[in-house]
């Protein structure tokens, strides 16, 4: 088996890895990079028309991102996942693609102003991803499935998102078969609505996330103390609270966690806007995969029917400008999680120079990302080419985090009895190798921290 780290080495985002084997070819994600250094465009090192399969754990962007790609240049096999990844990936792709027909659209018009005769292309288009969706393969976790000669793979639940999953497949190129483990992104315990991560105990290999690889999160309770007190602080200061969500997994946790503590009576009646298409698409896709929820979340579709706070959820432009209009007493959750783009991006304009107004982060900031500027403190950034100063009041709250932090890592990863060697992928350079030290010293492991486009023989 020769392994390729082709994305998210020594970075966060574009998580690929190629493995070559029996003489065939696979994929683990597919994901697109984010940032301003992000290379979704250039070509792939491989040829999609010889790739068997892509195994897919989960449906997060920066794992599934450039699917639509792979398969224009010429990937027909099939894209294994589970139920609950594939309904939410083919929403998450269309918008995707909706996003950068628009982009493209916008940098034309832009550059013909300025005198250029440049027609800009979208990377793909909302067609190709119709095109993606015949070759989907359905499994459920602990599902063993074959493949090629000699492989068996499985899903297990990593406790990250809806359907999301460590990826576990055995392979025999000699006398012993071997297996390796994709820890995909590993969620966070005690987290609402998904179960907590699986634990499996055997590998000789395993490519393991570092997202929080050198930090601690936050207890859950600590983190709905401190939202808690944002909201009404700032409702008391006249303003509105703006949260730059995920439209998947995050959103649904925190329409959960604050209609119940308005159920508690620990905050007042207010009114929520869900300012997300894609997460109005990804609630609805929630709600009709229940056997994938913990069982304190089995109250989730009367949380949605808004039994304690009024949840607006918006899809027309008209009813998202609407929101700007509102000046006080509004929480506001909208895409991007990071602020590259979407219609965060305007409640930013309207709201960021307030002193009276709050910004809450709760997911993962990237480099390069509006986000990770406004939270490494600028006193000015530019949102909609416009420069806005930075007035509302800040809070980082990363114990709704759907990654597991060091301490849930090393738990995860002490599970393993069999002592593999470890490759230390998805964490920014200095968090990867600090995670990969700190493994060599806690578990006594080999480990390794690939570059982009390192190859392992295994």
């Known amino acids: 088996m020769k392994i390729r780290f082709l994305g998210a080495a020594r970075q966060v985002t574009g998580s690929c890895y190629h493995l070559s084997v029996n003489g065939m070819q696979f994929l683990v994600d597919c994901g697109m990079q984010q940032g301003e250094n992000a290379e979704n465009g250039r070509p792939f090192t491989f040829q999609p028309s010889e790739i068997a399969c892509l195994f897919l754990t989960h449906a997060h962007i920066d794992h599934s991102g450039l699917i639509p790609k792979l398969v224009k240049e010429g990937f027909r096999g099939q894209i294994i996942t589970t139920g609950a990844t594939a309904a939410l990936v083919k ?160 959103t649904q946790d925190l329409i959960y966690i604050l209609n119940e503590q308005v159920a508690l009576k620990r905050l007042p009646p207010f009114d929520l806007y869900i300012d997300s298409p894609l997460a109005n698409e990804a609630t609805k896709v929630y709600l009709t995969h229940w056997r994938y929820f913990d069982e304190e979340a089995r109250k989730f579709s009367q949380v949605i029917r808004g039994d304690a706070i009024k949840p607006h959820f918006t899809e027309s432009i008209e009813e998202s400008q609407a929101i700007n209009r509102i000046k006080s007493g509004a929480v506001v959750m909208a895409g991007s999680g990071m602020c590259e783009g979407g219609r965060v991006a305007h409640h930013l304009k309207h709201n960021l120079w307030r002193p009276e107004c709050s910004i809450v982060f709760t997911g993962f900031q990237a480099r390069g990302t509006l986000g990770r500027r406004i939270v490494d403190g600028a006193s000015h950034v530019h949102v909609l080419g416009e420069e806005i100063a930075v007035r509302a009041k800040v809070y980082t709250i990363n114990g709704f985090s759907a990654h597991a932090d060091r301490s849930g890592l090393l738990e995860w990863l002490s599970s393993f009895v069999s002592r593999p060697e470890v490759f230390v992928v998805h964490g920014e350079e200095n968090v990867a190798i600090d995670f990969a030290k700190l493994v060599e010293e806690k578990l006594g492991l080999v480990t390794h921290v690939p570059h982009r486009e390192d190859e392992f023989v295994i």
């Open 91 to 250: 929403i998450m792709l269309h918008d995707s693609a909706h996003i950068q027909e628009k982009e493209a659209e916008w940098k034309t018009r832009k550059a013909l102003r300025q005198g250029q005769d440049h027609i800009f292309e979208p990377l793909y288009t909302v067609e190709d991803v119709a095109a993606v969706l015949p070759f989907f393969v359905e499994k459920e976790y602990g599902e063993t499935g074959r493949v090629g000669k000699g492989l068996k793979y499985c899903f297990i639940d990593a406790g990250h998102i809806l359907g999301s999953s460590t990826f576990a497949l055995w392979y025999q190129d000699s006398p012993v078969e071997k297996k390796i483990v994709f820890s995909g992104d590993i969620g966070n315990k005690g987290n609402p609505i998904i179960a907590d991560p699986e634990l499996t105990t055997t590998a000789d290999y395993v490519v393991m996330e570092s997202t929080y690889g050198n930090r601690l999160h936050k207890g859950v309770k600590e983190s709905i103390d401190e939202l808690v007190e944002a909201v009404k602080v700032t409702f008391k200061k006249g303003g509105n609270v703006i949260m730059p969500v995920f439209a998947v997994g995050r």
